[in-house]
């Protein structure tokens, strides 16, 4: 079984702090995503990786980057949080290997509070 | 704008019935769709899919239809259990390896006993 995981289930920040959402897959995989969902929104997706040290902007980085500095992980950095980045982030990984027709898999979500 | 919608935000149905949730997309690259469930605290869980080379694909009490020309699909789950009750997210990707995965909205499906 494939487990995403989320170092932190909820979180609350002041504005202007700097903020680190952490994720690691098990399965080896070469692709992991970054997500937000917002009612009424969606998912949209901010950042993703398609191998170590590799990453693109997905549709909404703006006030977000990444790293990518092993495999497994995958962090999302929230420079100087602010009130409007106040969402559910969802990270997601999936495998690169064109013999298996993977989806992605989700970790549980971190839900930030940005007071 | 939004390349994927769902303009359903909520459905209820009685244990039993079918269950349909719409989603309709403008962006005619999409060729591969997908949907998700949700429950609340966890996080988005792969359901079904399908290509654009088909027209239907089944899972169980979940069949999934695409009409390619009206750029509009559809998930029905017959029959319908409590434990269907989650957000239902409709996704599409350009091409079934796509990495990037479009979002829909999310339907909330009720299913009451």
């Known amino acids: 079984d494939v487990k995403v995981t989320q170092s932190s289930r909820y979180l609350v920040k002041r504005t202007g702090e700097k903020v680190f959402l952490e994720c690691v897959q098990d399965?080896?995989?070469?692709?992991m995503f970054w997500y937000r969902q917002d009612p009424g929104l969606g998912l949209r997706l901010i950042y993703f990786?398609?191998?170590?040290?590799?990453?693109e902007k997905g549709d909404i980085p703006e006030g977000y980057s990444v790293s990518r500095e092993k495999k497994e992980r995958f962090s999302l950095i929230l420079e100087s949080a602010s009130t409007n980045q106040t969402s559910m982030y969802l990270c997601?990984?999936?495998?690169?290997?064109?013999?298996?027709?993977?989806?992605?898999?989700f970790g549980p979500g971190t839900r930030l509070l940005v007071l | 704008d939004q390349q994927v919608k769902q303009n359903s935000p909520s459905l209820s149905v009685q244990e039993g019935r079918i269950s349909i949730l719409n989603c309709d997309y403008t962006?005619?690259?999409?060729?591969?769709f997908l949907w998700y469930k949700k429950y609340p605290a966890e996080g988005p869980t792969f359901l079904i899919s399908?290509?654009?080379?088909?027209d239907k694909n089944e899972d169980g009490r979940f069949t999934v239809f695409l009409n390619k020309s009206a750029k509009h699909l559809s998930l029905h789950i017959v029959p319908s259990q409590p434990g269907d009750s989650a957000v239902y997210f409709c996704?599409?990707?350009?091409?079934?390896?796509?990495?990037?995965?479009?979002f829909g909205a999310g339907t909330i499906l009720r299913v009451k006993s």
């Open positions: 996704a599409a990707s350009e091409g079934w390896y796509g990495n990037k995965l479009v």
């Open positions: 990786s398609y191998d170590v040290k590799m990453k």
């Open positions: 997601a990984s999936r495998s690169q290997d064109p013999g298996l027709q993977e989806t992605q898999y």
């Open positions: 399908i290509s654009s080379i088909k």
């Open positions: 962006n005619s690259m999409f060729d591969y």
């Open positions: 399965m080896d995989h070469e692709n």
